[in-house]
């Protein structure tokens, strides 16, 4: 039996979800539908890093073939320029070394790294410091030694992983890397195992290594001096590490409380002893927080964390006021701190909301100056997008829960309103109140759209991100209670419901349409698993680490898999499928889509496909993504909007883009 509120209490809430709406400036009045080339555009300002004096900028920008490079902005002069050498490979990741020096990853494939560069803004250009192109590794900055200079630290992370020290200074006589003639200075001995990720202190030293052990994430803790490693006594799925201090004795950590909420504690590295709570809120985790420490890290000065919005807990006089001044000029926009320089005077903020991906300010601590840079994407302006409100809704076990809801944009636009389900990939991760062009493409069409964070999404408490989150069934519950929340609150109309998502969310979608087969007119999934045993065997294939924790959440009874596979329920779904898949998808193989649609065709359930040819796990270039979008478009004429078309049933498009 459904647990709903009762009709009253839907109404008070809803009533106050869309006067929200209108309070934070939705205007369908003069709305049309958006063009997906210009809502797939990439944003030119992202990922921004201040340099160490407060001097320049870096950050990436992402062109329309999705290549993302790095350029760098002088804030004396304005001047920019782009750093040559990126501009036909992609940035993984980049870090400023000095004021002069920057180092750079470059990868392949997105995920593979070609090799280590230096960066040199004085004679523009970019030498290689270690040479991956032979090799299938996965490198990251780790960190860079504040009180060393020209050193930098890297790793490659796995069964053979490498955490190494490298100097940045280059002989321009001898064209080599110091006197000996090689980058690296030091190879530190991993310890033994299956090394996830090295974490570096607040300084830039090594001092962490994260390992999977028996299903249990584990740390052990680097003295450098003699290269030993100590374990340490903490299960880092239940307390992860946030940060560690630059003495390394002290660490940042946070656990669930006996309420359900989360704390943040310090934590003795050399007792191996837990602190005190210095910080706690009972509804959200803040294990994904990110934390502002001062220069030894034993001083909180913020925490930032997803709440419905993004929140800013401030322990420090000047940077809450930098903050607040900023906050007031962006009234209705999330305004967070981005970067700083060494010294802790200068700041880069974020003024972000659901119709503004982002513009960047700097603010001078001593003279309270505060400098607009740029914006993230600046065609937006002017264009008639929709705001994203949140409403609470109650889940079939009484468990409360949160989603978020924006309402069409179009003139003719009135309750109760055609719907559309957007489920976030995951599982275990959430949607948050920011832009989203799916959303803004789908209220420009005249559709609501709700953004359930069903169980298992994170960030919130233990009850709806922990207990639960290996219940698929229970997930779809929650979408499916959302949705009729809607309905019965005389939002949605029932005879025009759709859903739609990508990876988990494309799960989602398939089950809903196999195990609600009267609730849904269409589904629509991207880069979609059907089939958890096919997915368990690929990640035993791929990824060791996460197939075991896999099976140590899971388990492997056959029964148990096919249960929750909605494939094994095709004989169900009635409703028209659009499926999309890219073809260099290696996260989840293009044959779980395939599967998927010979097992509709056999059964003339009407779809229709759209498989990339140079797409891996989503559609992250511009044009796969307008294309992606401009086929949607067009199925949801036929058969979301259309009622039940004239058409012959089975694959009934195929839209192919050959591979660049």
Same mark, same amino acid.
């Given at each position: 039996?459904?647990?709903?509120?009762?009709?009253?209490?839907?109404?008070?809430?809803?009533?106050?979800?869309?006067?929200?709406?209108?309070?934070?400036?939705?205007?369908?009045?003069f709305a049309a539908e958006l063009d997906p080339n210009t809502l797939a555009r990439k944003p030119e300002f992202a990922s921004v890093q201040l340099s160490p004096e407060g001097k320049s900028i870096a950050y990436l920008r992402i062109n329309d073939e999705d290549l993302i490079s790095l350029e760098v902005l002088d804030l004396a002069t304005s001047e920019k320029r782009g750093v040559s050498g990126t501009e036909n490979s992609d940035v993984g990741a980049f870090d400023w070394v000095s004021e002069r020096e920057l180092v750079v990853l470059l990868t392949r494939d997105k995920l593979?790294?070609?090799?280590?560069?230096?960066?040199?803004?004085?004679?523009?250009?970019?030498?290689?410091?270690?040479?991956?192109?032979?090799t299938r590794s996965a490198a990251s900055i780790v960190g860079i030694p504040r009180n060393r200079k020209n050193r930098l630290v890297t790793a490659t992370v796995g069964e053979n992983g490498v955490l190494e020290e490298l100097t940045t200074r280059f002989d321009m006589n001898s064209r080599t890397w110091s006197s000996d003639g090689t980058a690296v200075k030091r190879s530190y001995s991993p310890p033994a195992g299956r090394v996830q990720a090295y974490v570096a202190d607040v300084t830039g030293e090594p001092a962490l290594a994260l390992l999977f052990e028996d299903g249990t994430s584990v740390g052990y803790l680097l003295d450098a001096r003699d290269?030993?490693?100590?374990?340490?006594?903490?299960?880092?799925?239940?307390?992860?590490?946030?940060? @560690? &201090?630059?003495?390394?004795?002290?660490?940042?950590?946070?656990?669930?409380?006996?309420?359900?909420?989360?704390?943040?504690?310090?934590?003795?590295?050399?007792?191996?002893?837990? =602190?005190?709570?210095?910080?706690s809120d009972p509804d959200y985790d803040l294990s994904t927080s990110r934390l502002m420490l001062d220069k030894s890290g034993r001083k909180l000065q913020a925490v930032t964390y997803h709440k419905v919005r993004r929140h800013t807990e401030w322990f420090d006089d000047k940077l809450a006021s930098a903050h607040a001044r900023i906050a007031g000029a962006f009234q209705g926009y999330d305004v967070v701190a981005i970067d700083r320089s060494r010294d802790r005077n200068k700041v880069v903020f974020a003024a972000m909301s659901s119709t503004e991906p982002g513009q960047y300010?700097?603010?001078?601590?001593?003279?309270?100056a505060i400098q607009h840079l740029a914006a993230a994407s600046p065609w937006l302006e002017g264009l008639p997008l929709s705001s994203v409100a949140s409403f609470e809704f109650t889940a079939r076990d009484g468990l409360k829960m949160q989603a978020y809801l924006t309402l069409p944009t179009t003139p003719d636009a009135k309750r109760p309103y055609p719907l559309m389900v957007l489920g976030h990939g995951?599982?275990?991760?959430?949607?948050?109140?920011? /832009?989203?062009?799916?959303?803004?493409?789908?209220?420009?069409? =005249?559709?609501?759209?709700?953004?359930?964070?069903?169980?298992?999404?994170?960030?919130?408490?233990?009850? @709806? &991100?922990?207990?639960?989150?290996?219940? /698929?069934?229970?997930?779809?519950?929650?979408?499916?209670?959302?949705?009729?929340?809607?309905?019965?609150?005389?939002?949605?109309?029932?005879?025009?419901?759709? @859903?739609?998502?990508?990876? /988990?969310?494309?799960?989602?979608?398939?089950?809903?349409?196999?195990?609600?087969?009267?609730?849904?007119r269409v589904a629509i999934t991207n880069v979609?698993?059907?089939?958890?045993?096919?997915?368990?065997s690929d990640s035993r294939r791929e990824s060791y680490i996460f197939y075991d924790w896999l099976m140590k959440n899971i388990g492997s009874d056959p029964e148990k898999v096919e249960a929750f596979s909605p494939l094994n329920q095709v004989d169900d779904i009635q409703i028209p499928v659009?499926?999309?898949?890219?073809?260099?998808?290696?996260?989840?193989?293009?044959?779980?889509?395939?599967?998927?649609?010979?097992?509709?065709?056999?059964?003339?359930?009407?779809?229709?496909?759209?498989?990339? =040819?140079? &797409?891996?796990?989503?559609?992250?270039a511009a044009e796969a993504q307008a294309a992606y979008l401009t086929a949607l478009d067009g199925f949801l004429d036929r058969f979301f909007f259309g009622g039940t078309p004239n058409v012959e049933v089975g694959n009934t498009e195929v839209a192919e883009m050959p591979a660049r």
């Open positions: 039996m459904y647990l709903f509120l009762s009709y009253r209490r839907q109404a008070r809430l809803l009533t106050v979800v869309f006067a929200l709406l209108v309070l934070v400036g939705l205007n369908a009045s593979y790294t070609l090799g280590v560069f230096i960066y040199d803004l004085k004679t523009g250009r970019l030498a290689k410091l270690r040479d991956f192109t032979t290269e030993t490693w100590t374990r340490l006594p903490l299960d880092l799925e239940e307390t992860p590490i946030q940060a @560690i &201090s630059a003495d390394q004795q002290l660490a940042w950590v946070t656990r669930f409380t006996s309420d359900g909420g989360t704390a943040l504690h310090t934590y003795d590295l050399v007792k191996k002893e837990m =602190g005190p709570v210095v910080f300010f700097l603010a001078d601590l001593q003279t309270d995951g599982p275990w991760a959430r949607d948050t109140w920011r /832009f989203d062009a799916e959303v803004q493409f789908l209220a420009s069409r =005249g559709i609501a759209v709700l953004q359930p964070n069903y169980r298992g999404s994170t960030g919130f408490n233990y009850d @709806i &991100s922990r207990r639960d989150r290996f219940d /698929f069934r229970k997930m779809h519950d929650d979408v499916t209670d959302a949705v009729n929340t809607l309905v019965k609150g005389g939002i949605a109309d029932p005879n025009k419901l759709g @859903i739609m998502g990508a990876s /988990f969310g494309g799960y989602l979608a398939v089950a809903g349409a196999a195990w609600e087969p009267d609730l849904y979609g698993v059907f089939d958890w045993d096919m997915l368990i659009f499926i999309a898949h890219g073809r260099q998808d290696i996260r989840v193989d293009i044959s779980q889509s395939i599967r998927l649609e010979r097992a509709l065709r056999a059964r003339d359930v009407p779809h229709e496909t759209y498989y990339e =040819g140079d &797409s891996a796990h989503g559609f992250a």
